[in-house]
């Protein structure tokens, strides 16, 4: 139901999507147990789905329609739920980073945009699932905005190395990179978390948190880090996963000095 996406801006697609939303939302209201929430859990990210083309501004509708829907997910947050599978939270997470704006601020902001910030902060640090706790992380990323970098990038700071800076890493290259996207072709490189993912890249040696390093500083497109990832690549090329992913985040950056290593690397590779 959620990949079908309709049109909502022509009167077909409107009733398909109505028709989803509704069919979603029954789906949700049932009381059902723990085995079957596993299921359930699977609403909020197809409603966020079946929102990525909707016209928010065209639609007044739709938009307090998905006020609601991030009112619950927030509930589902702060567990004020009766439901009690993990999933559900975690799902809720998810959805709430695909539909909340950024926001930089309690006074220039939705007030429930900044309510879900706030509270997907508090579960970073407060929460007891470990996934739900990197879920939130990610969520801060792709809502994006000036306060939440700040957060990623203490939680970068902070953050246990095996665990914490991976996925700091990956939220922060999603935030920039989603930055990227919205000032087009006069993007400038954000130096501050290059400059701050690369600080990490020579610290770590975990190939996991090494891989999200290389990954995210791609996704920044930080080409000041290309020779030391290639210098890396070389040295790691034998560790198949992590040498991948140092590919990946050359290519990413558009590092052109790293095709002949990276040709080099796929014929050589079983």
């Known amino acids: 139901i959620g990949l079908l996406r309709p049109d909502a801006s022509e009167p077909k697609g409107a009733g398909l999507l109505d028709k989803c939303l509704t069919t979603l939302d029954d789906y949700w209201a049932l009381d059902l147990g723990p085995g079957e929430q596993l299921i359930q859990s699977h609403v909020p990210t197809s409603i966020a789905k079946l929102y990525e083309n909707v016209d928010l501004d065209a639609n007044a509708a739709l938009a307090a329609r998905l006020e609601g829907y991030k009112g619950v997910w927030l509930d589902e947050l702060r567990g004020k739920s009766k439901k009690t599978n993990l999933n559900i939270v975690q ?90 996207e919205d000032m087009g072709t006069g993007a400038t490189v954000d130096e501050g978390v290059g400059e701050a993912l690369f600080r990490e890249l020579k610290d770590l040696k975990n190939p996991g948190s090494l891989s999200a390093i290389s990954v995210a500083l791609g996704l920044v497109r930080y080409t000041d880090s290309s020779d030391a990832l290639r210098d890396l690549l070389e040295e790691k090329k034998n560790q198949d996963d992590l040498a991948g992913y140092i590919c990946i985040g050359l290519a990413l950056m558009n590092d052109q000095s790293s095709l002949d290593e990276i040709r080099n690397l796929v014929e050589t590779s079983v």
Do not use: C
């Open 91 to 180: 799902s809720a997470i998810v959805a709430l980073g695909r539909t909340t704006q950024p926001n930089d601020g309690k006074n220039d902001t939705p007030k429930l945009d900044y309510q879900v910030s706030q509270a997907l902060l508090d579960h970073y640090k407060k929460g007891r699932d470990k996934q739900s706790q990197y879920f939130s992380l990610m969520a801060l990323g792709q809502i994006r905005g000036e306060e939440n970098r700040e957060k990623l990038m203490v939680a970068l700071r902070e953050g246990s190395k095996a665990l914490e800076k991976p996925w700091a890493a990956i939220s922060l290259g999603v935030l920039t990179h989603k930055d990227y």
